[in-house]
Structures are given as structure tokens and as C-alpha cells.
């Protein structure tokens, strides 16, 4: 159920709620919080999806029995690491990033984690790469957490690359709070929207910075 607040957008989350909730259903073990630290410790950017996203990430990668995933922007690892062992033995990411640093962290995580073998980290910008990647499809999913005026950009190679039924996961939707602010990056996420919804049967998910999830539709 929902009350009124809660319909329009208010949410009981505080800290101590949140802490708590991620202790018990988002636990990390040793490997997984050295990825999550990484940014701090490297002295990069702290912007890699958080617990609860990246457990529901994983979550939804296993319901729909993904097998061949691509993720737009590693930074440390910790989104690549929930996705890989997300995936079945013979499963596969190919992770993209466009800093040469930020790979190299990612990739020395992943190697601390056992799962060098099932990631191929990419380096380069992601409109380049990506077709690169092509003849490695079709693909079960793309998890798209780069630059968000790219996302358009990156969903219409995953609606040509994806299975039918394959599944386009997005983070920070919301724009931080930005979308529907008068400006070039807004309007090119609000097209990326507009084009997901088109291509896609799709659900919003309210985390705190918005995920979109979209499952491909079938040729007509």
C-alpha cells in the first residue's frame, strides 16, 4: 500500500533505516567491500552504484537467467563484480571505461575477487567501443552507469544489439534531481527516456537517483 506522501514522492528512508536494512540484505564480503572502497582509497570520484542498486542489479540479472552482459562504465569494479557473479559459470561481462586509471582499479578488483577470467574490461569511450563489442551479441543485458548525455546514444546500440526480451538497466534516471531542469544533458536524458519507453516495455524504480529497466519487445 501506499498513503498520500508516499504517492507523491516522499520517502521514510532516513539513514539509520537505510544503514540498517543494507547491513541485513546487502551484506558485502571482503572482496566486494574492497571494490565499494575503492574510490576512497584510489581518490576517485565516489559515484559507483550503491548497495541496495547493486543487489537488485545482481537480483535481476539471475531472475532473467543473463548469460552475455556489457556495462557501460566500470569506475572501481563494484557494479562489474555483483554483475559477474550474477551470471552461471559460462557467463560473460564485457565491462567498458573510458578513464585508463579507473580500468586498471577495475580490473585489479575483479582479479582480488576470483573473476578475471569472466570480465573483459575495455578501455575507451564508450560510443567507440561498443561496436566493437557487437559481434560478441546477442546479448541477455546492458547496464548502462556512464555519462548520462551518452545514455541515448548507448540504448540505441543495446536495442539493436540485445535479444529480444534481453533487459536495459539504467542508473541515476533521475539526473540527480535534474531531469526536467531547461538544459542540454536534461533533454538528452529525458530523450533516452522517451526512446526506452518506445523500444521497450519499461518499469521506473524509485531508488534514489532512479533506475530505469526495460525489456526489449519483439520485432512485430
Known sequence: M????????????????VEWLDALHHPLDAAAQ??????????????????PEAALLSLLLRLHGARKVVEVGALAGFSAL????A?????????????????????????????????TVREGAGAD?????????PFDAV??????????????????????GGMLIA???????????DSEEA???RAFHQFARARFDTHHVPTPDGMLVGLKRAAP
Not at 2 to 17: M, P
Not at 35 to 47: H, K, L, N
Open 2 to 17: 501506499a498513503d498520500h506522501d508516499s504517492r507523491e514522492g516522499a520517502s521514510y528512508a532516513n539513514r539509520a533505516i
Open 34 to 51: 574492497r571494490a565499494f572502497d575503492s574510490p576512497g582509497v584510489e581518490g576517485i570520484p565516489a559515484v559507483q552504484v550503491g548497495r
Open 82 to 85: 555483483n554483475i559477474a557473479r
Open 87 to 119: 551470471l552461471p559459470p559460462e557467463g560473460h561481462l564485457w565491462t567498458v571505461e573510458f578513464s585508463p586509471r579507473h580500468a586498471a582499479i577495475t580490473r585489479a578488483n575483479l582479479d582480488a575477487a576470483g573473476l578475471s577470467t569472466r570480465v
Open 129 to 137: 567501443v561498443l561496436p566493437t563489442l557487437s559481434p560478441e551479441g
Open 143 to 164: 547496464f548502462l552507469d556512464a555519462d548520462k548525455a551518452g545514455y541515448l546514444g548507448y540504448a540505441r546500440w543495446a536495442d539493436e544489439n540485445l535479444r529480444p
Open 171 to 181: 542508473d541515476n534516471t533521475f539526473l540527480f534531481g535534474r531531469l526536467l531542469e
Open 187 to 189: 533533454e538528452k536524458v
